[in-house]
Structure formats: C-alpha cells, structure tokens
C-alpha cells in the first residue's frame, strides 16, 4: 500500500522521495499485458538480455527512466518511438521528457504507459484546475528537499552488486 504524503497544505502533490508506486502499464497488440514496478533510480528498455523491462523487437537499450533529484521520473527515448510530450532533442539527438501519470510513449510494437499514485505525482495540486486551463490555481509550497531520504536509499544499496544496463 502507497505511503501517505506528509502534510504540506491540503491536496498538494508533494510526498515523500519515491512514494506512489510508479509504474508502466505494458502492453502490445492487446494480448500482451503487464504491469512493471519501478523500483531503481535507473531503469533501462529494451532487448538486450541485461534490460531491467525486456521488450522483444525493441533496440539493444531503447529507453531509460531515471529517478531525479527532484523526484522526478526522466524518460529519454534512444531508439524510435512516440513519446505523449512533443519534447526538444537533447544532446546527441536524445528524447526527454518528465513523466506524470498517464503518460504514454512507444517502443516499437510495445504501449506503454507511466502511473503514479496522484498524491506523490508533483503535477497539478488540489486536483486539477476549476474552470479550464485558464482559471487561476493557487501555487503548491515549495518542493521538499529530498537529497537526505535519496542518500538514506544509496546507503542501503551499499555493498550491493551494480548491474550495468
């Protein structure tokens, strides 16, 4: 079960580093259906036999999802693909973009689509905006700083095997 966000002011988006339990929901040609629990700070796509979500018919490594400082969730898409935000290229021609739930991206013949629970999302607070895009929202607080439970998670790590992906 999610872990419940500190309170910050009523509905915002900010929670504890990592909460939410983000996700891809995988699918392809409607049969295939998965659900792939992020769980690193680096996860790598694709067909390459050391990829932490192999996809069969995707490149060697296809995509990354890195977990920020920020407590983002970063794709960048190496190989072909449809990504939901019409992001600018990057060095060495690299895709990015910031993943909230719902955002849907492609790897060949795989869909696939990131989930967070809305509480630890860091889009838009107090549940969206009233009356449309142009209404005004009153601003979240400040964003935690996140560096100490991001450390407290590498400590763990410690003396644990690094896989390269």
């Known amino acids: 079960m ?6 910050h002011g009523d509905m915002t988006t900010h929670a504890s580093w990592g909460a939410g339990e983000p996700r891809l929901l995988v699918s392809r040609d409607d049969a295939d259906r998965s659900v792939f629990e992020i769980t690193g700070d ?4 694709g067909s390459a036999a050391g990829s932490d979500l192999l996809l069969a018919g ?5 995509a990354t999802i890195v977990h920020d400082d920020r407590d983002e969730y970063v794709l960048t898409l190496h190989g072909e693909g449809e ?4 992001s600018a ?3 060495a021609g690299e895709r990015s973009e910031i993943l909230r739930t719902g ?4 790897i060949g ?3 696939l689509v990131f989930q967070r629970d809305e509480f630890a999302d860091h889009g838009r607070p107090f549940g969206g905006r009233e009356g449309g895009e142009l209404s005004d929202q009153p601003p979240q607080p400040r964003r935690p ?3 100490a439970e991001r450390a407290g998670q590498e400590s763990e790590r410690e003396g644990q095997e690094v896989k390269d992906g």
Request: proline share 6%; glycine share 4%; hydrophobic share 35%.
């Open 145 to 147: 700083d996140y560096s």
């Open 83 to 86: 990504m939901n935000a019409n």
């Open 103 to 106: 955002a849907r991206f492609t």
């Open 58 to 62: 995707a490149d060697p490594v296809h």
């Open 89 to 91: 290229e990057g060095l």
């Open 42 to 45: 680096r996860v790598s796509l």
């Open 2 to 7: 999610s872990e419940m966000p500190e309170k």
């Open 109 to 111: 013949e795989w869909t």
